[in-house]
């Protein structure tokens, strides 16, 4: 009994107010979040329908992982980040349904910060977990995997910039990637970290 109590008091309020389905934070998330994703699907080739049937469907999809603690937003940005991720993966897939449809190219994460082979909505919930996670590594470790990952310089530039060699920079690389691992590890739900 006292493990149950242990393990709901680590569930962020947010992620609880969910979970019990408390009507005037749904309505909240709801309507916070529905102008982004529409702006999404009508950018890309959709329309005001197509917007509201992917929202619901999203939105759904979401609320399911936080019911079933595979999700367990601290904040509403974090809520917002991956509901938007949700969104964008399944109008990516009903894009790619629609032979003759050009399909705008939207950015991704690196695979390699992607802990194994996920389905649409796990990858999602990575995305957002990375990003959560991404603002508590050091700040050259965010310069340093930012410039490689986002702005996609070569190593050599990035080497030039923080004054070290190209072999370093490597070496920091992936000491910065294995930090970025451990914290999403540790900030897993379920994993033993106090």
């Not at 008091?9 to 107010?17: E, I, K, M, N």
């Not at 894009?95 to 695979?111: F, H, N, T, Y």
């Not at 992936?174 to 914290?183: E, F, N, T, V």
Request: proline content about 4%; aromatic content about 10%.
């Amino acid at each position: 009994m006292q493990q149950q109590a242990d393990k709901i008091s680590t569930v962020p309020l947010l992620a609880q107010q969910i979970q019990c389905n408390e009507a005037a934070v749904l309505k909240k998330l709801y309507q916070d979040n529905v102008g982004g994703v529409t702006t999404l699907v009508l950018k890309n080739s959709g329309t005001a329908d197509d917007a509201g049937d992917l929202y619901q469907e999203a939105f759904l999809a979401v609320w399911r992982a936080v019911q079933t603690s595979r999700f367990l937003p601290v904040s509403e940005k974090e809520f917002s980040a991956y509901l938007f991720q949700v969104a964008r993966f399944k109008w990516i897939d009903q894009l790619r349904s629609r032979k003759g449809r050009r399909l705008v190219a939207l950015q991704d994460w690196p695979s390699e910060l992607v802990m194994e082979e996920p389905g649409q909505e796990d990858l999602a919930m990575q995305t957002a977990a990375v990003r959560a996670a991404f603002p508590q590594l050091g700040e050259n470790c965010r310069e340093l995997l930012g410039r490689f990952y986002f702005k996609k310089e070569p190593l050599r530039e990035i080497a030039s910039f923080f004054g070290w060699t190209e072999a370093t920079a490597k070496n920091n690389k992936y000491r910065c990637l294995q930090k970025l691992r451990g914290l999403l590890q540790m900030n897993k739900p379920g994993s033993t970290h106090e």
